[in-house]
């Protein structure tokens, strides 16, 4: 089912706990991204990793963090230090290259601050 | 960086009837213009994307245009059905192995009615 996994589909976290968010591909992609998603603002780019041990961040990556040590694994943890985490977080893979190509998302975790 | 402009953020039309969602970008270095359309609460899927050595793109109620040098780029959806309504983003990237990432518009929410 397109190859890109992620877990848990839903997750509530209390104030001030980390939480982090599964995101394993087995389409052999080099890139993979973190979106979140609110209503109206489309998806925003947290942080993005085009090869292991390598990431960047994205336009909001305030009050999170990821890490990269294995191709098919692109974890996110949304820290206590941010502030407004309730949201639905997107992951996606792609194989980047001139030619450019699909970029394919998991089906998303729905996170909520309790 | 990228900055992508879409409109309308919401759009309904009755069934059989086009519907037409416009989008622009600020990169001229961009040059893959995907479409992506997601249904609630799933993953966003695409569904035709251009790259900029073409104008025109179609894919049987589906065609995508692209103009480069006011860079815009529309998806057209023709006879529409009641299973066209969905969220749709649209997006933008610059190819080769060091970018690929996407920068997505704001979504338009696209309802037919019956």
């Known amino acids: 089912d397109g190859g890109i996994t992620q877990s848990p589909k839903y997750l509530f976290r209390k104030e001030g706990q980390n939480v982090t968010l599964s995101c394993e591909q087995n389409?052999?992609?080099?890139?993979m991204y973190w979106y979140r998603q609110d209503p109206g603002q489309g998806l925003r780019l947290i942080y993005y990793?085009?090869?292991?041990?390598?990431?960047q961040k994205g336009d909001i990556a305030e009050g999170y963090s990821v890490s990269r040590e294995k191709k098919e694994s692109f974890p996110l943890t949304v820290t206590s230090a941010q502030k407004n985490p309730t949201a639905f977080y997107l992951c996606?893979?792609?194989?980047?290259?001139?030619?450019?190509?699909?970029?394919?998302f998991g089906q998303g975790t729905r996170l909520t601050v309790v | 960086g990228e900055n992508v402009e879409q409109h309308p953020s919401t759009l309904s039309v009755q069934e059989g009837d086009s519907a037409v969602i416009k989008c622009t970008y600020s990169?001229?270095?961009?040059?893959?213009f995907p479409w992506y359309k997601q249904e609630l609460g799933k993953r966003p899927q695409l569904i035709i994307d251009?790259?900029?050595?073409?104008g025109e793109k179609k894919d049987q109620r589906i065609a995508v245009t692209l103009n480069k040098t006011a860079k815009h780029f529309s998806l057209h959806i023709t006879e529409t059905q009641p299973e066209d309504s969905a969220v749709y983003f649209c997006?933008?990237?610059?190819?080769?192995?060091?970018?690929?990432?996407?920068?997505f518009g704001q979504g338009t929410i696209l309802t037919v009615h019956p």
């Open positions: 251009i790259r900029s050595n073409v």
């Open positions: 990169d001229s270095a961009s040059n893959y």
């Open positions: 389409l052999n992609h080099d890139a």
């Open positions: 990793s085009q090869i292991v041990n390598d990431f």
């Open positions: 997006a933008a990237s610059i190819g080769g192995t060091s970018y690929g990432k996407l920068t």
């Open positions: 996606a893979s792609k194989q980047p290259g001139q030619e450019n190509t699909e970029a394919f």
